[in-house]
């Protein structure tokens, strides 16, 4: 449905993406993971049509979006950042109208707009003028609007960013409740983001993609998957060197505490990594106890996305503000 191949984006002499390339399958929902001024937003300009790529191809459901926008943008359904709200109009009058722009028949119009209202549940706020809404009840409309003609693709920018937990909970249950009739896009700095919504990841990291999977593959993959966590008796130091040796073990680190208990006093804290494929507790017990440390808890810990979040991604500051920079400005040009 959606195909994106060697995408790159060059502001000035300030790359914003290079050579980025995913797929998404119909029915998929596909959350484009990245720290701030990453490339997510300057990607999903280019697949909405709103900035033209520097190189690269992209394609959303057979159509160039370079050399066929205008059909292009009848296929999408986009949500920006900033929700594109008229704030005076109701939300049943701004549905009409944006069912008008993007070409809706006269006839069907009345039937899209109550079932993108009905979608997002906004049933009890149709008639309401728009800047009576909280932020969360805009951002329904904002999606509304995205879908009001019922698009096979659908690009959402950073959806729940600005909400509080109970509207971020509504607007993702909404989000995937949209999978499987539409192809949808998250671009999204939030890791539980992904985990909760998403079928499958692309992690963006200074304008390259690094890695594409299912989270939970990427969580397997690139962290060996499990490990423990150990309160020991004991210098850390020396536990470390005993533990070096186990089979299995791939990493052995110092953390503040395990299971969320309070550091006490001649206790050590460590987190043990296994090796794919491998489940070394047995043998750590038997070696702590063998060499004499006192081990008060090993509980399993299964890696996490954020994990794989920090291992592929690091923060260059003065990246990120060149690049939102240039995009601020070439946007404003626009």
Same mark, same amino acid.
């Given at each position: ?111 899209? =707009? ?131 040796? =186990?089979?299995g073990v791939s990493l052995i680190e110092s953390i503040p505490t395990a299971g969320g208990h309070h550091p006490q006093a001649n206790r050590a804290y460590l987190r043990v990594i296994s090796q794919p494929g491998k489940e070394p507790g047995k043998d750590i017990v ?42 601020d400005n070439e946007g404003e040009a626009a």
């Open positions: 449905m959606i195909e994106v191949e060697h995408l790159s984006k060059i502001y000035g002499s300030t790359p914003a993406i290079t050579d980025v390339t995913f797929s998404v399958e119909p029915g998929e929902i596909l959350g484009l993971l990245g720290p701030n001024g990453a490339g997510k937003t300057t990607t999903m300009r280019i697949l909405a049509g709103y900035l033209p790529a520097t190189n690269g191809n992209a394609r959303i459901a057979g159509y160039d979006v370079h050399e066929n926008s205008l059909a292009v943008r009848q296929r999408i359904g986009y949500l920006p950042e900033t929700p594109p709200l008229y704030p005076d109009m109701t939300v049943e009058g701004f549905l009409h109208f944006v069912a008008q722009i993007k070409g809706v028949p006269a006839g069907d119009r009345p039937n899209k =707009v109550t079932a993108a209202i009905k979608r997002c549940n906004l049933e009890d706020k149709r008639r309401v003028i728009i800047r009576k809404l909280s932020k969360g009840y805009r951002q329904r409309v904002g999606i509304a609007q995205a879908i009001v003609h019922d698009p096979p693709a659908i690009i959402l920018d950073e959806p729940t960013v600005g909400l509080d937990p109970r509207q971020i909970i509504e607007v993702r249950n909404l989000i995937k409740s949209l999978a499987g009739t539409h192809t949808i896009i998250l671009s999204t700095h939030i890791l539980p983001e992904v985990s909760m919504t998403c079928s499958r990841v692309a992690i963006i990291n200074r304008g390259k993609v690094v890695a594409t999977n299912t989270p939970e593959n990427l969580m397997t993959q690139l962290t060996g998957g499990s490990g423990y966590e150990l309160e020991i008796e004991g210098e850390a130091a020396l536990a470390k060197q005993v533990l070096q040796n =186990v089979a038997a070696t702590l106890v063998r060499a004499g440390f006192g081990l008060h808890e090993l509980r399993r810990v299964n890696a996490t996305l954020e994990d794989v979040f920090l291992q592929l991604t690091t923060e260059e500051k003065n990246f990120e503000t060149e690049v939102d920079l240039a995009a």
